[in-house]
């Protein structure tokens, strides 16, 4: 695709249910970055993979986070449990490579997640 | 740690005006620094980015300056438009790309 595609764009759940969040880079980005922007609030660094590994974790609030990369594609992060200050937007982006920092990074549009 | 402050959060101002996006960061040793714009509902979209060895960097009616040494970056917006409004986000790029809060900048036809 062109751009940065994130699902679902909006999500609604109950408190205590799990949620996934999908991210799907620009092809041929070996670079996945995973934000939150609460309301209000800047945007937060989550987690970064470079290919399918995350050599950076420490931005995950919680044991209750984690995120998956496949294929050196797809990335889905994973809310266990969902409490209420999860309610957020979640952003990814990619960008070519961690190595050359000087790269721009692009963002997807977000999943709007709400813990009711 | 680094910390990057947008002030003021909100502006709003009838339209043609020249416009004065201010940032400052707390830690002169990065990389680049960027702008990006927001629009509800939207993600980010790459406005301008400075490399840590270049002052400004320029696009259409767009214009940002860095001054590493002192903290700060500035984003001019010429002859301002309606569709100008939108949420002006700072980052800079250390270790990790750290973000300000945000302006949320509102031009009225």
């Known amino acids: 695709g062109a751009g940065v595609s994130q699902s679902p764009s909006n999500k609604v759940t109950e408190k205590g249910k799990d949620v996934e969040l999908r991210c799907d880079p620009i092809s041929g980005h070996t670079a996945l970055y995973w934000y939150r922007q609460r309301l209000g609030q800047g945007l937060e660094f989550l987690i970064y993979?470079?290919?399918?590994?995350?050599?950076?974790k420490s931005g995950l609030p919680s044991d209750r986070f984690s995120a998956e990369r496949t294929g050196e594609s797809v990335s889905t992060l994973t809310i266990q449990r969902t409490q209420q200050e999860d309610s957020a937007v979640y952003l990814c982006?990619?960008?070519?490579?961690?190595?050359?920092?000087?790269?721009?990074?692009?963002f997807g549009p977000g999943t709007r997640l709400l813990v009711l | 740690k680094q910390e990057v402050t947008q002030i003021p959060a909100a502006l709003s101002v009838p339209e043609g005006e020249n416009l004065v996006l201010n940032c400052s960061f707390t830690?002169?040793?990065?990389?680049?620094l960027q702008w990006f714009r927001q629009d509800p509902g939207k993600g980010l979209t790459s406005l301008l980015l400075i490399q840590s060895s270049q002052r400004e960097q320029t696009s259409g009616r767009l214009n940002a300056s860095l001054d590493k040494s002192s903290g700060r970056s500035t984003l001019y917006i010429a002859a301002s438009q309606p569709g100008d409004s939108a949420t002006y986000l700072c980052a800079v790029r250390s270790e990790k790309l750290v973000f300000g809060k945000g302006m949320k900048l509102t031009v009225n036809p």
């Open positions: 982006a990619s960008s070519l490579s961690t190595s050359a920092p000087q790269e721009t990074q692009y």
């Open positions: 993979f470079q290919g399918n590994s995350a050599p950076d």
């Open positions: 830690d002169s040793a990065i990389y680049n």
